[in-house]
C-alpha cells in the first residue's frame, strides 16, 4: 500500500449512508411522462433533431450536440414528441430550459441502430467516436463531457478514478460499485487504452468495505490499475482534495488537472463508458440515491433520465410529496424551488428531509470570530473574513482574499457555531464578481466602439475638408490661368487710351492722312454720337430736375432753394451740350437732313432693283414682255447708281471737311 | 564664523544638486496625458448613453476630472459608480442626480422588424454602432453589442424600438445575498411591523 497525503482542514458529518442500502438497486415503474433537458452539461445545450408529434425509440439521438464542448441527447424510452419548450429544471434559480417531452408508449423499445461491439476490433477512433455519440457527461455532479476530457492534447500519466462519494446519505456510487464492478474495470481499461501511456487508481472511501472488495476482486489481474483506500473525511471526493490526498500535489489556482497530468472520472462515467463502447447503448439512464427521514422506500433506484422528481418521491412514498426536497447531498445540494423537474445525467440524489429537520434549523448568529470554519476549510481559505467582506459588498478586496479558489464544499458552515449560511454568501459573492467582470468585459467592448466610431466619424470630416480644400484650390487656379491669358489679349482701360492719345497724334500726321481716314471717321462719328447723347442726357435731366423744382415750390417745400440752383446747373449744362453740337454739325458741315434724303433714294433703287430681279422673266413669258422687264430694269438700275453716287459724295464731302 | 560659512556654501551646494536632480526627474519621468481622466473613464459604465450632458463617457471623465461637474451625473453606473468615484477622488458620495435619470435595471433596444421602414436613423444616432441595417432595408440590434443607452429610440419615426430589461437565463443568474436576520434584527423588524401580540 502507497503511502497517502492528507488535505487540510476537512470535516466528519454523521454518515447515514445506510438509510439507503447500499449494493441493492431497484427499478421504478416508466413513467408516462419524460422530460429531457437539452442543456445537462457544461457547455452549449444541444440542438433538437426531432419535432413534435415523432416518434422515438429508446436511445435515438434526438438532440445533436453544438460546438467541441457539449453533449448529445438521447431518446430515454420509446414514445411520442409531445412537446419540445420551457420546462422548470432542477437548478436552484428555479428558471425554465429548453426540454424535449415525451409521451412513453410502455414498449420501451429499443431503436434498431443500437448495436453491440467488440472493444477488441474497434480502433481508438471507433471508440472515441462511440463515447462521444453516447453523450456521456461527468457523472459525479459536475457534468464536463466525457469525451472532450479524454480527447485532451496534454499527455495524462494518472487516471483518477473516483468511487470516494464523501457526502452523507449517498450510495449511488457505492451501488454502482458493488453491482457494475467488472463494467467499471472494462470501462476504465477504455480510457486508458483512450490516453496511452496512463496507469489508474481507484480511490475509494474506507466506509464502503463492500465495494472496496467488489473492486479489488475486479481489478485483479489488472497491474495497470490500482484501488487505493483513503479514509474518511470531508469532501475528499472534491477533484483538488482528491489530488492532494492520493499524489500530494496541489492543482494551482487558474489551472486544471490535465495540466497536473492528472485526469479524474466518476466510477459511474467508467461505467456509461462500458455501456457506450461494449453494448452501444447512449447515456440514458442512471442511479439514483433517493433518501432521507421524510421518505418511508428509501433506496437506490435506477431511473431514465428526464423522470421528474415528483414522480418518483411520490414512488418511494414520501411523507410529503410536494415539500421541500435537496437535490444532491446535504453539504452541497440546493433545494428544489419545485418539485415538478426532471432529473439528468448529473443528479444523485433526491434528499427528502423529514419535517421536523426542518423546523428544527435555526436562525444564524453573529459571527463570534471563533475560527472553527478556518480549520476545517480544506482550500485554506479564511472563510470569516470572506463572509464580512461578502456581507459588505466589499468585491474589490473578497477577490483578493481568493474567493474564487472555494470550492462551496459548506465544511465551514457545518462547523460554524452561530448557524450562519456561509456557502450562501460566497455563491452571492461569487455571481456578483462573476457579473462584474461581464460588465467590465462588455463595457471595454462598448469603449472600443464608441472609440472606432468616434474615430470614423472624425477622418469622414477630416476627408470631406480635404476634398472641399482640393476643389477649392482647383478653382482658384483655373481661375487665375484665365485671367492670365486675358490680359494679354484686351484690357478695355489701356484700349480706350491707345485710341485717345492715337487720336491726339492724328492732326500732325499729315503724310498717314489715307490710313488714319478710317480711324478718324470713326472717331469723329463716336464723337458726333457722344455728343448728340450727352445733349439729350442733359436735355432730360433738366427736363426732370425742373419738373421735380415746381411740385417741390407747389408743396411748398423747405429744399426748394438747393433744387433751383441745380436745376439752374442742369439748364446751363443742357444749353452748353446743345450748343456744342450745334458747333461741331456746324463744323463738319454735316446736313443731317440731305444725307438722310440721299440715304432714301438709294434705298427705294435699290428695293426697285431687287424686286424686278426677283420678278426675272422665265422661258413661258410672252417676248414682249421680256423686252419690256429688261428695259424697266434698266432704268432701275440707273436710277440705283446716281442715288448711289449722290449719297457718296454727301458721305465724302463731310468726312474731308472734318478731316 | 567660519562654521557659518560653511553651513551656507554647503547647504547651497546641497539646494542646488537636489534642485538639479529634482529638475531631470520632472522631465525624464514626465507623464504624458492625464491619468486621472482614464481613471476615472474605467470606472464609468461605458453606456455612452448622454445622460449626464456629454456625448459619452470619455468627455463626462474629463469634465469630472476638471471638477466642472459632480460624480452623480451616470444613472447607468447608479450608486455602485457615484461610491467609485467617491473612493477615487476622494470626495463625499453623493445621491444620484435626478434630474440626470434614475438608476434603473439594464435594458437592451429591441427593433420590432415588421415595423421598421428602414430610415438608418437609429443607425446613426447608436454610439457604438449596434444596430445593423441599410436604407430601405430592415434594420436589428446585435443584442450582445447593446449598451441600452436609449438614444435610439427618440429617432425612430414609427417608434418601433423598445427597451427591454435583459432576461435572466440560467447562465446569467447568480444567488442573492441572503436574508440574515439576527436577534437584534428581529427586534428592530417587530418594532416596525408591530407585534400581532399587542
Known amino acids: 500500500m502507497k503511502t497517502l497525503f492528507d488535505f487540510p482542514g476537512g470535516v466528519h458529518p454523521p454518515q447515514h449512508k445506510q438509510q439507503s442500502n447500499p449494493g441493492k438497486l431497484m427499478d421504478l415503474p416508466l413513467p408516462q411522462r419524460l422530460l429531457i433537458p437539452l442543456s445537462q452539461h457544461i457547455g452549449a445545450p444541444a440542438k433538437p433533431l426531432v419535432k413534435v408529434g415523432d416518434q422515438v425509440y429508446k436511445g435515438q439521438l434526438i438532440a445533436l450536440a453544438t460546438g467541441a464542448i457539449s453533449a448529445n441527447v438521447h431518446a430515454t424510452s420509446s414514445g411520442l414528441v409531445s412537446a419540445i419548450a420551457s420546462f422548470p429544471v432542477a437548478h436552484a434559480s428555479g428558471l425554465d430550459a429548453m426540454c424535449i417531452e415525451l409521451e412513453t408508449d410502455g414498449q420501451d423499445t429499443w431503436h434498431p441502430d443500437i448495436t453491440t461491439a467488440n472493444p477488441g476490433q474497434l480502433d481508438e477512433q471507433e471508440i472515441r467516436q462511440r463515447v462521444l455519440a453516447a453523450g456521456i457527461v461527468g457523472m459525479g455532479g459536475a457534468g464536463f463531457p466525457s469525451a472532450a476530457k479524454l480527447a485532451t492534447d496534454t499527455p495524462i500519466h494518472t487516471l483518477l478514478v473516483n468511487g470516494v462519494e464523501c457526502e452523507p446519505y449517498i450510495t449511488a456510487d457505492d451501488t454502482v460499485m458493488q453491482i457494475y464492478s467488472h463494467e467499471i474495470i472494462l470501462g476504465t481499461k477504455l480510457a486508458l487504452g483512450l490516453l496511452k501511456q496512463s496507469t489508474c487508481k481507484l480511490v475509494i472511501e474506507d466506509n464502503k468495505p463492500q465495494a472496496i472488495a467488489a473492486m479489488l476482486q475486479a481489478s485483479a489481474g489488472h497491474d495497470d490499475i490500482e484501488v487505493i483506500v483513503i479514509p474518511t473525511k470531508y469532501p475528499s471526493g472534491g477533484e483538488k482534495q482528491l489530488i492532494q490526498n492520493v499524489t500530494g500535489q496541489q492543482v494551482p489556482r487558474g489551472k486544471i488537472p490535465a495540466n497536473l497530468g492528472i485526469l479524474c472520472q466518476n466510477v459511474a462515467t467508467m461505467k456509461a463508458i462500458y455501456d457506450a463502447v461494449y453494448l452501444g447503448q447512449p447515456s440514458i439512464e442512471r442511479i439514483i440515491t433517493v433518501t432521507g427521514d421524510g421518505v418511508k422506500q428509501a433506496g437506490n433506484y435506477r431511473l431514465r433520465i428526464g423522470t421528474c422528481a415528483d414522480y418518483v418521491l411520490q414512488q418511494c412514498q414520501a411523507e410529503q410529496p410536494n415539500s421541500q426536497v435537496i437535490i444532491g447531498g446535504p453539504m452541497m445540494g440546493f433545494q428544489l424551488p419545485n418539485t415538478h423537474v426532471p432529473l439528468i445525467k448529473t443528479s444523485n440524489c433526491l434528499l427528502v428531509p423529514s419535517a421536523k429537520a426542518l423546523s428544527d434549523a435555526s436562525p444564524a448568529m453573529a459571527c463570534i470570530r471563533c475560527g472553527q470554519c478556518e480549520i476545517a476549510c480544506p482550500a485554506q481559505l479564511l472563510p470569516q473574513q470572506l463572509y464580512w467582506l461578502a456581507k459588505s459588498d466589499a468585491f474589490d478586496k473578497i477577490e483578493q482574499y481568493n474567493l474564487m479558489d472555494c470550492i462551496e464544499c459548506g465544511a465551514c458552515a457545518y462547523v460554524c457555531p452561530s448557524q450562519i449560511p456561509l456557502v450562501q454568501h460566497y455563491r452571492y459573492a461569487k455571481g456578483m464578481l462573476r457579473q462584474k467582470a461581464t460588465e467590465a468585459r462588455q463595457a471595454e467592448l462598448s469603449k472600443q466602439r464608441f472609440e472606432a466610431r468616434e474615430q470614423r466619424l472624425l477622418d469622414e470630416v477630416t476627408a470631406k475638408e480635404e476634398r472641399r480644400k482640393t476643389r477649392a484650390a482647383a478653382a482658384a487656379a483655373a481661375q487665375a490661368a484665365k485671367r492670365a491669358s486675358n490680359t494679354e489679349q484686351a484690357d478695355p482701360v489701356k484700349a480706350a487710351q491707345a485710341r485717345l492719345a492715337a487720336k491726339q497724334k492724328t492732326p500732325a500726321h499729315d503724310t498717314a492722312h489715307q490710313a488714319t481716314l478710317a480711324n478718324n471717321s470713326a472717331t469723329n462719328e463716336v464723337s458726333h454720337k457722344d455728343l448728340k447723347t450727352a445733349a439729350a442726357i442733359a436735355r432730360t435731366k433738366f427736363k426732370k430736375a425742373n419738373k421735380a423744382y415746381e411740385d417741390a415750390k407747389a408743396a411748398d417745400h423747405e429744399d426748394t432753394d438747393k433744387l433751383q440752383t441745380m436745376v439752374h446747373d442742369l439748364q446751363q449744362r443742357s444749353e452748353q451740350t446743345a450748343q456744342a453740337l450745334a458747333e461741331f454739325e456746324s463744323q463738319v458741315q454735316v446736313d443731317p437732313e440731305a444725307e438722310k434724303q440721299a440715304q432714301i433714294t438709294w434705298a427705294k433703287a435699290n428695293a426697285q432693283v431687287r424686286k424686278l430681279n426677283k420678278s426675272a422673266p422665265d422661258s413661258s413669258t410672252p417676248d414682249d414682255e421680256k423686252a419690256a422687264h429688261k428695259e424697266a430694269l434698266q432704268v432701275a438700275q440707273k436710277n440705283l447708281e446716281q442715288a448711289q453716287a449722290k449719297l457718296d459724295h454727301i458721305k465724302n464731302s463731310s468726312k474731308e471737311a472734318q478731316s | ?198
Open chain 2, 1 to 198: 564664523m567660519d562654521i557659518i560659512i560653511f553651513a551656507i556654501v554647503s547647504l547651497t551646494l546641497m539646494a542646488l544638486l537636489f534642485g538639479g536632480i529634482l529638475g531631470y526627474a520632472a522631465k525624464r519621468l514626465k507623464v504624458e496625458g492625464d491619468p486621472i481622466v482614464d481613471q476615472i473613464n474605467a470606472l464609468l459604465p461605458q453606456t455612452q448613453c448622454g445622460q449626464c450632458g456629454h456625448p459619452g463617457c470619455r468627455p463626462y471623465a474629463e469634465a469630472i476630472a476638471q471638477q466642472a461637474d459632480p460624480i452623480n451625473l451616470c444613472p447607468p453606473g447608479g450608486e455602485t459608480t457615484i461610491k467609485a468615484l467617491a473612493d477615487l477622488l476622494d470626495v463625499e458620495v453623493l445621491s444620484l442626480d435626478a434630474e440626470a435619470g434614475v438608476d434603473s435595471v439594464p435594458k437592451i433596444a429591441y427593433i420590432r422588424e415588421d415595423e421598421c421602414i428602414g430610415c438608418t436613423k437609429c443607425i446613426q444616432a447608436c454610439p457604438v454602432d449596434a444596430i445593423l441595417g441599410a436604407a430601405k432595408l430592415m434594420h436589428t440590434v446585435i443584442v450582445n453589442e447593446c449598451t441600452g443607452c436609449d438614444l435610439c429610440v427618440e429617432p425612430c419615426p414609427v417608434d418601433c424600438i423598445d427597451m427591454l430589461p435583459i432576461p435572466i437565463t440560467s447562465q446569467t443568474w447568480h444567488w442573492q445575498k441572503p436574508q440574515q436576520l439576527i436577534a437584534t434584527d428581529r427586534q428592530l423588524e417587530q418594532e416596525i411591523v408591530g407585534d400581532p401580540s399587542l
